[in-house]
């Protein structure tokens, strides 16, 4: 009889589990995942990363609330002419009988007693301590902000170095696509012809050769993967996003670089590194100047407000007054208050303390504004240098593609070696290699350049315009691309005919 009463609420509840089992499931179905390869990549220019970099990269945020911490402190530290509010509050019993307190409180003859005072103070002159004090915090905020900018310098030229990286594996992609296409052709071919005049020892070598290519390609493609998602990760890019760069082909940068003075005078004025020596020396200095005025005293203005109650029938009070009834009274008053603490043992040491590290800062701030500008000069001359290279660079692929056509004219003519255009080939893509990675390196070492002396300065000086910052970042301003270039597909790599006596992209 209880199994047949209660058999429909079993069916009910086993109908609800069932339901919330499939409503528990329902969301996984609905929520598709979206189909990334769907999605066209966005293209950015070099100066939309950096822009886009600026405006959303997490690290840059972070630094600027240093500066807002700073701030913080600064209003802190003026503290002159800012009331101090004070108060505090007793709630206690006391005895009934002051004559006889002990046994009053124990037999439990007592009363509910209440205290509240409150004090207002106003600090006045401190005779130099408040303002080195607000001085020292004005150097912290000066400090952060110029943090701020190098972390700012330091963005730019990771997101110039990605994207100069990612330009060079395209390069270096293409490169390899060619070389292996055109490795795998003369392959089949020897191995078609039965009159070949490959022996199988080059077949094989030729077969080494190309697997070679093949591992250089796949690491490649693995670091421009990388590349790409560090380029996302610095402009706060979700993973997921599809990116791609509006150029396909490295280039050198072409600047002026004849004047190296400029450059150095420019780092050793702009730069944070610099900045932040001074404010170091500025800060130690100060401290020490602190020290020795903190044997002065301290003035202030206070006003306060104390009233205490409790029950009226306390026996044995001698005084009513307000000022000497400890339990009933209402007090006030204002004035003045001088206050300070003389120490000249202690503030000997801490003085002279502060004194060594203050003259330990000034030498070593000497010594580091020197190194900064050595390292500027370094920087100044690594860049020539890399410019140089890549001229050099240049030319040499010029010479090696001319030989690489007259091999090749020689041999279609009979009167050449086929293994001669075949290291004249692979010269060619050696050379032309060496000429890209020359590139970026010197690409790089115009952007270090630039991070030293400054965004401004360095514009000044090349003529470049500065990045702008975008307040309101439209990530929908940069339309999807297309179609992506179809440069890859080349039957043969060499050179175009008008590239033989191609003149120099690099000015010196």
Sequence with gaps: MKNNVFRPFRRIFALALVVC?????????????????????????????????LNENQKLKAAGYD?????????????????????????????????????????WNVAAWARVKFVLGIPMYAFGQLTEAKKLAEGGVIAAQHRVVKEREKLIYDIKQIYYGILFGKEM?????????????????????????????????????REELNQQLERTKVEMKL????????????PYIKIELDRDVLEPEVVDLSLQGDYVQASMEHRPDSKLIEV????????????????????????Y?????????????????????????????????????????????????????????????????????????????????????????????????????LSKTNY????????????????VLGLRGKYFKSVFDYNCALANLEQKVGEERYGQLT????????????????????????????DEFIYEEGDQNETETVEE
């Design 21 to 53: 089992v499939i409503a528990s499931f329902c969301p996984r179905v609905v929520q598709a995942k979206p189909d990334l390869t769907a999605q066209k990549p966005m293209v950015f220019t070099l100066e939309q990363c950096i822009a886009m970099a």
């Design 67 to 107: 500066v807002a911490a700073a701030k913080g402190q600064l209003r802190e530290a003026d503290a002159r002419w800012w009331p101090v509010f004070d108060y505090e509050a007793y709630l206690a019993p006391v005895p009934r009988n002051v004559t006889d307190a002990v046994n009053s409180f124990f037999s």
């Design 173 to 209: 992609k293409k490169l390899l696509g060619k070389a292996i296409d055109g490795l795998s052709g003369q392959i089949d071919s020897a191995e078609e012809d039965e009159e070949s005049d490959h022996s199988p020892y080059e077949l094989l070598e030729m077969k080494v050769f």
């Design 227 to 238: 590349a790409y998602a560090g380029l996302k990760l610095q402009m706060g890019l979700p």
């Design 280 to 303: 170091g020396v500025d800060t130690k200095r100060r401290l020490w100047k602190l020290e020795k005025r903190k044997m002065a005293p301290k003035l202030g203005g206070a006003f």
């Design 305 to 405: 407000f104390d009233f205490g109650r409790t029950h009226k029938s306390i026996q044995g009070l001698t005084a009513t007054d307000d000022f000497n009834n400890p339990f009933n009274f209402t007090r006030a008053g204002i004035g003045l208050r001088l206050s300070g603490r003389l120490d000249f043992h202690g503030a000997s040491g801490r003085i002279k303390k502060a004194r060594a590290e203050y003259l330990k800062a000034l030498y070593e701030g000497q010594m580091g504004k020197k190194g900064l500008e050595l390292e500027a000069k370094k920087t100044y001359e690594e860049a020539v240098k890399l410019k140089k290279k890549v001229l050099s660079a240049r030319k040499s692929m010029s010479m090696a593609n001319q030989m690489m056509f």
């Design 412 to 427: 279609e003519m009979g009167i050449g070696d086929q293994e001669e255009y075949a290291n004249s080939l692979k010269l």
């Design 463 to 490: 003529g470049r315009p500065n990045i702008p910052v975008y307040e309101a970042f439209d990530v929908g301003q940069y339309e999807p691309r297309a179609e992506e270039n179809g440069n890859d597909n080349d």
